[in-house]
């Protein structure tokens, strides 16, 4: 474990785990940076993990529907406007999560040499001014929300209690990535919410695969701090499954792989989907393949990979308009 160290007080330090010459530390104004920093707009996986989910549940459901809640024909491709807030919040409230879950983590963070550089350890924003950045986020997250009906509004606010939980988890369970699982894909439920006003059993399955994926790709993200984490007395799956994550991450991608199926089939989607789901199992499965959880490199990029997961997933379901249901 890396020592703790006086904050450097840098208002322009680079964060230790950002992609090299990112565009926040390439071009974004100076004194915006720190900020940038602290909602990971230099690391915009997270965005990525958490907006997917919302865009296969909305593109499931204009399938299973063909139209929107007010009865306007859709054909097989989500509402623009619909991807377009579902994109946004995910920004913001992906931003708004993490520096809620630096605040609370701050003393933690300046122990870890990943996460020493973050923007509240290093000195770059205060404890107090990073708490009402968060709120501004969240506030921004609210004006996106509201632009849906009223049922997936009620569905996003009951998310705020899991979000609000998730930073304390790995101090008392082995098992925080459950947590962050619901937290992350909460949108596989508000998606389909957005289009149909209410929920059916394919988005719950779908929901319930995604959890399962999370976990396996946060496992591998975990890795990373292991040892860190050892020390400090904090818990995740990595720790808990040491060895043996390979079979588990076997078990947790098979159940993904089949709640993906499950939902196509409930949602009614045609062969299209099948064809193209298979490339996304095989994905998930060639993770586990090439995973080395001794090589931290190795595993940020694999959980980076994730996003290109996501993309398939969603052209699958569009991809669901070719040829007849399988049920």
Same mark, same amino acid.
């Given at each position: 474990?890396?020592?703790?160290?006086?904050?450097?007080?840098?208002?322009?330090?680079?964060?230790?785990?950002?992609?090299?010459?990112?565009?926040?530390? %390439?071009?974004?104004? %100076?004194?915006?940076?720190?900020?940038l920093r602290l909602m990971r707009a230099d690391r915009p996986i997270g965005s990525w993990l958490l907006m997917w989910p919302c865009w296969w549940s909305a593109a499931l459901a204009t399938q299973a529907t063909g139209q929107l809640q007010d009865g306007r024909p859709l054909g097989t491709f989500p509402?623009?406007? /619909?991807? /377009?807030?579902?994109?946004? *919040?995910?920004?913001?409230? %992906? *931003?708004? *999560?993490?520096?809620?879950n630096d605040f609370v983590d701050r003393d933690i963070d300046g122990s870890v040499a990943r996460t020493r550089s973050r923007p509240i350890p290093s000195g770059a924003v205060s404890p107090k001014a990073a708490f009402m950045f968060a709120v501004l986020l969240s506030l921004i997250g609210f004006l996106v929300l509201i632009q849906f009906n009223a049922f997936t509004i009620g569905l996003g606010i009951a998310s705020l209690g899991i979000i609000a939980v998730y930073p304390f988890m790995k101090r008392?369970?082995?098992?925080?990535?459950?947590?962050?699982?619901?937290?992350?894909?909460? *949108?596989?439920?508000?998606?389909?919410?957005?289009?149909?006003?209410?929920l059916a059993l394919a988005p719950l399955v779908l929901f319930a695969g995604a959890i399962a994926w999370t976990i396996g790709y946060d496992t591998i993200y975990a890795h990373q701090d292991r040892e860190d984490d050892a020390l400090l007395g904090l818990k995740s799956t990595a720790l808990k499954f040491g060895a043996r994550t390979k079979p588990w991450l076997w078990l947790f991608y098979s159940i993904t792989a089949l709640s993906f199926i499950g939902a196509g089939l409930l949602a009614g989607l045609g062969a299209g989907f099948y064809l193209v789901i298979g490339f996304a199992i095989w994905h998930l499965f060639r993770q586990i393949t090439r995973l080395d959880i001794n090589n931290g490199a190795r595993c940020l990029a694999l959980f980076r990979s994730n996003r290109d997961l996501g993309i398939i997933v969603f052209v699958a379901i569009i991809a669901g308009s070719l040829g007849p249901p399988l049920l």
């Open positions: 474990m890396t020592q703790n160290a006086e904050p450097s007080r840098n208002a322009d330090q680079a964060v230790a785990d950002a992609m090299p010459a990112n565009w926040v530390d %390439r071009w974004a104004p %100076r004194a915006a940076r720190p900020y509402d623009p406007w /619909f991807l /377009f807030l579902f994109a946004l *919040g995910a920004i913001v409230m %992906r *931003g708004a *999560g993490c520096t809620y008392i369970t082995y098992w925080p990535q459950i947590v962050l699982g619901l937290a992350m894909n909460w *949108g596989a439920l508000m998606g389909w919410a957005a289009v149909t006003g209410s």
